[in-house]
C-alpha cells in the first residue's frame, strides 16, 4: 500500500527548534533561580511564591536543572551532544531514584521535608527516562507523548487547583497535596512543550504544517486543552461541595465533553469544507495547464514536422534534378531546402511563445513554500516510494505566486530529481527558500547523476530532450518550469557550479506583497 | 467505371501543396486545382465541383474538420480525404465521425508521395470511391 506523503518529507523545524531550546533553558533557569535564591540565600519566597503554599524541594529543583541541560543537548544534533544528554538523564533518573530512598528513610523518621512527594519525583523520573528514549528509541513516540501527558496531567491539575482555589481543598491523603505551585508549573511546562514539541518525536512538526493534516491538528489543539481543563475545574468546583455526588460530576464532564466534541466535529467540517474548495480550484487549474500542455505537445509534433519532411522531400527532389542534369529545378529545390530549414527556428520560436500564453494568467495568492512541496510530493508519493527517497524543505517562506502552476514547477523539479537518481545512494532533495528584500528564491537540490554541463546550457528548451543526464527525462519538465517561472516575472537558472548532485534555483519577484 | 477528373487540394502550406501538386499531376488525366486559404476553398469546391478533395486537418482561422463539416453540412457529398502531419487517434475518429472519406498522414518520401496519388487515382478508376 502506498504510504502517506508525510513519511518522506522534512519539513522545516529551526525555527521551532531554537524556541524549544529557550523552553529547555527557561525550566533549567527557574530551577536554579529556586535553588541558588531560593534555598542558597535562604529566600522564602523564592521557594513558596505564594506564602503558605508548598514549597519547591531543593531536590526536584536539582532534577529540573539536569533535565533542561539533558534536553538542551539532545536538541543539538552530533552524536557527541546526545551521548552527553543521555548521561544527564541518566544522572537524573538516579538523582531522583536516590530521592525516593532518602525519602523512604525521611518516611520512618517522621519528616518528609527535605525530599520531594511522590507525585514529583514520579514526573521527573518519567521526564528522564523520556530522554533517554528520546535520544535511543524515537520510534516509540507516543509512548515517549504517553509518559509526558501520564506526568503532566496531575500536575496541570495540580496548578488548576492552587491558581483557582487559592490553595486548593486540603486533602491529606492526597499525592498532589504538596507539590509547590512552580513545581507544577514546570512538570506541564517541560512535559507539554519540551518532551511533547521535540523534534525527535515530530508532534510539533506535524502540527506546524500548512497541510491539511497540520491545519487539522492545530484546530484540535484548543479543544484537547480545554477538555481536561474544564473537566478538573468541574471536577474541582464540585470537590468543594461535600454534597454534590459522583453522578452529577460524570454527567458534568460528559456534558462538557459531548458540547465541545461537537463544535470540534462542526469545525472540523468547516476546513474539510474550505479545504475541498481549494483543492477543486487546484485541480481544475492544473488539468486547464494541463490541456494547454497536450495541445502545446501535439502542435509541436505537427508544426516541426513539416519543414523537417520538406527537407527531406526537396532532398530527393534535388538529386532526381542532378540524374537529370536538370539544374534549373535543382536549383530551385536547393533554394527550398534553405528555406525550410530557415522555417524551424521560427516555429520552435512561436511554439515556445504559444506554451507561454498558456500560463499568462496567473492567480497569485499567498502561500506557504511547505505547502507547495506537499502538493507537488503528494503526486509523486509511488515514485518517491520507489526510490527510497526524502525530500527535505530546510526553510520555510510564504511567498506570492500562482499555487497550481507553482506547484507544477516543484512537481517537474522533483521528477526530474527522482528520474536522474544515483542508484547507489538513496535520493535526498533538499528544497530551500530565501526571502530576499525584493525576491524569493527557492533552491531544490539533489545528490544525483548532476547535469551535464553542455546540456545545462540548454536544459530549459522545449525540445532539449533525451540527452540529459541519464536521459530519462524529457526536457518539456525543465521547459514548463521556465515558463511558469517567466510568466510570474522570475528566472529558473541551473547551478552549474554544483558537483555533487544538480540544484536548480528560481526566483519570484516580490512585488507589493508583505511576504516573507 | 469512373475516370478521376479534377482533384482540388487544400493546404495552408504552399510547400505541401506543391508536393501533393506534383504527385496527382504526375498520374496523368488528372487536373490538379490548389487552395491554400480554406474559406476561398470552399467556395470553389461550391462552384467547381472536384472529383476529389485532399483537405489538411491544420489549417489558421478555418481548419480541416470545420471545412468538412460545412460541405457535410450542405449536403455535399464530394469524396474528402483528409491529410495531415501527425495522425493522432482522436483526429482520424473526429475526421471519420464528421465524413470523410479517408485520413491519410503526409508521407516523408516522394516514392510515399507518388504512391498515394497513384493508389488514390488507382482506386477511383476501380470505382471504389464514391462520386458525386
Redesign the interface.
Known sequence: MQGSVDTYLQMPRRRYFSALELHAVGVGTVAAIVLLIGYGFAFEPMQTVIPGFPPMRPGTAFAFMLLSLSLLASLRPSRRAKLLSSALAFAAVGWVVNLVISNWGAEEGGDAMGGPIQASLAALMLGGVAILLINHAPRVRLLIAGMALLAATPALYRVLGLLFFWGAPPQKDSLLSSMAIHTAVLIVWFMGVCIILHPALGIGATIQQASLRGRLLRRALPFIVLVPVLAAVSGLVLAMDARSSLDFLFALNATIGAALGAGFVLWLSQLVATWQLEANERSARLSRVNEALEQYASSAAHDLKAPARHVLLYGELLEEAIDRNDLVNAQKYARAIRESAHEMPKIIDGMLEFSTSAYTRIKPADVFLSELVQGAAGQLVAEIEKAEGKIVLLHEIRMRCDAALMTTVLQNLIANSIANRRRDRPLLIRIDGVAEDARWMVSVEDNGAGFDPAFAAVAFNPLARGSKRTGEVKGIGLATCRTIVQAHGGEIRIDIGMTRGARVEFTLPRQDTKGG | MTKLASVMIVDD?P??LE?MTLAFSAQGGVTVAGELRPAIALERIRTEKPDLVLLDV?MPEIDGFTVLSVLRGEGNPVPVVMC???A?QKDVDRAYATGCSGYVE?????ED?RALAGAVVEYWRRGELPNH
Open positions: 502550406n510547400r505541401c508536393f491544420k495531415s502531419g501527425s493522432l503526409k508521407p516523408a518520401t516522394l508521395y
